[in-house]
Every structure is written in structure tokens, then in C-alpha cells.
């Protein structure tokens, strides 16, 4: 089977600095992205990790390693507008299918 | 700027019936999916299709079946809607294989009574 682990809630302040892991069981691994989901609007694409190490984009970094079948999202200098849902996903089945985990809500506080 | 249009935002069936739900994508992207969102749950893929006339099934494909006739339009099909099928259903797009990024609609909330 396939599955995918995220913390279901984190809570952090404005202007530090919060990580969302995620480890996961599948099978032909092929890459973990993010998303985020604002409350009633539809997932946008934060980055994708095909290979072990850091992507940055702006305050966002994700990091992968696949050997120990994990990875986290760094976001840094929260803002307020940060609340939202996270999502990690495993891309699998020849770079087609794309499983998602439950989702990890993030409250950030002032 | 990608878009992914459903047709209904919000809509009201009753058990037994016949429901379709609409998805139309504007940038000729090749794989479109379905998923539908529960809380707690994530988001749980039903179908998918890379070509047009080609489908597989997602993680959870019972008591549903889908149609991709053109390139930008994939449809899901729920033959007899059932209470358990109430919940968010989203449809994505994206390009080719690899990591090309899913792109989302809004989103249909879909209510069996």
C-alpha cells in the first residue's frame, strides 16, 4: 500500500519560523511536492523534490530525503496570511498519479 | 494563468440519482484527475486520465466511473449517489509526465440527501 504521515495540526507566531514533515510508504517513488489550501479556495503547487536536498522558493524551502523516506516544508518569516492547510504528495506510477496526505493545518498567530 | 473550471460550485442530489460533475481545462494539459476532499482525510484520488479516451483508477473508484470524449473536458459519473459520496470534489489538470504541477478548480460541494 502507500501511505503518507504529516502532523494534522501546528501552531506557530508571526515572523518565526515553522517545518511540516512528512514521511511516506509507496511505491515507484517518483517526487513529493506541497500545497497549500487557503479555507475555501482550491490547493495551489508550493514545490516539488525529485532529488534528496533543498529547494528554496522565497520564504518557502522543501527538503527531501529518500533514503529515509521523508521530507519537510520550511517556512520562514510567517505571516499571518500563512494560515492555511498543507498538503504533502507523493508523484508515483510513472510520474501520473499523485497521492496526497491528510493535510497539516497551520495556525499563525500575532 | 491555467484555468480549471467546474461546472456546479455547489449542488444538491438525492440518493439514487444520476449526478454528473463537469471539469473543463483551458491549457490543453494532457492528465486530468479527480479527487474528492474529506476532512481528516486529505484529498483521495478517484480517477485520472493521461490521454483523451483513457482512464485508470485512482485510489477509491467505486461508485464512480468517468468520461474524457476531448482533451480539455473530464467528467465524473456517480451512477447512483449515495449519502457516503457527500463531500468536496476537485478536479485537476496538469502537463505531461513528471513534475509538471497540479492545477485545481474550486471545487463542487456535493450534498446526497
Known amino acids: 500500500g502507500q501511505s503518507l504521515e504529516q502532523p494534522s495540526e501546528v501552531t506557530a507566531v508571526e515572523g518565526a519560523i515553522v517545518q511540516i514533515n512528512c514521511t511516506y510508504q509507496?511505491?515507484?517513488?517518483?517526487?513529493l511536492s506541497w500545497y497549500q489550501q487557503h479555507d475555501g479556495g482550491a490547493p495551489t503547487f508550493l514545490s516539488y523534490?525529485?532529488?534528496?536536498g533543498l529547494e528554496e522558493t522565497g520564504r518557502f524551502s522543501s527538503f527531501l530525503s529518500r533514503s529515509d523516506s521523508y521530507g519537510y516544508l520550511l517556512l520562514q518569516e510567517l505571516q499571518m496570511k500563512d494560515s492555511a492547510s498543507y498538503f504533502c504528495?507523493?508523484?508515483?506510477?510513472?510520474?501520473?498519479?499523485?497521492?496526497f496526505g491528510a493535510g497539516t493545518r497551520l495556525f499563525v498567530k500575532a | 494563468d491555467v484555468k480549471v473550471t467546474q461546472s456546479s460550485r455547489y449542488l444538491v442530489k438525492r440518493t439514487g440519482e444520476k449526478v454528473f460533475l463537469e471539469c473543463v481545462q483551458d491549457m490543453d494539459h494532457e492528465n486530468m484527475f479527480w479527487y474528492r476532499q474529506d476532512p481528516g482525510l486529505g484529498l483521495r484520488l478517484i480517477y485520472f486520465?493521461?490521454?483523451?479516451?483513457?482512464?485508470e483508477k485512482g485510489d477509491i473508484p467505486e461508485g464512480y466511473s468517468v468520461s474524457r470524449e476531448k482533451k480539455e473536458r473530464f467528467s465524473l459519473i456517480l451512477e447512483s449517489a449515495s449519502t457516503n459520496q457527500t463531500s468536496m470534489y476537485l478536479c485537476?489538470?496538469?502537463?505531461?509526465?513528471?513534475?509538471?504541477?497540479?492545477?485545481f478548480g474550486n471545487g463542487t460541494r456535493l450534498t446526497v440527501t
Open positions: 509507496t511505491s515507484g517513488f517518483y517526487g
Open positions: 504528495a507523493v508523484l508515483n506510477t510513472g510520474g501520473f498519479k499523485t497521492i
Open positions: 486520465s493521461y490521454d483523451v479516451k483513457m482512464k
Open positions: 485537476a489538470s496538469s502537463r505531461g509526465q513528471g513534475n509538471s504541477p497540479l492545477h
Open positions: 523534490n525529485a532529488l534528496d
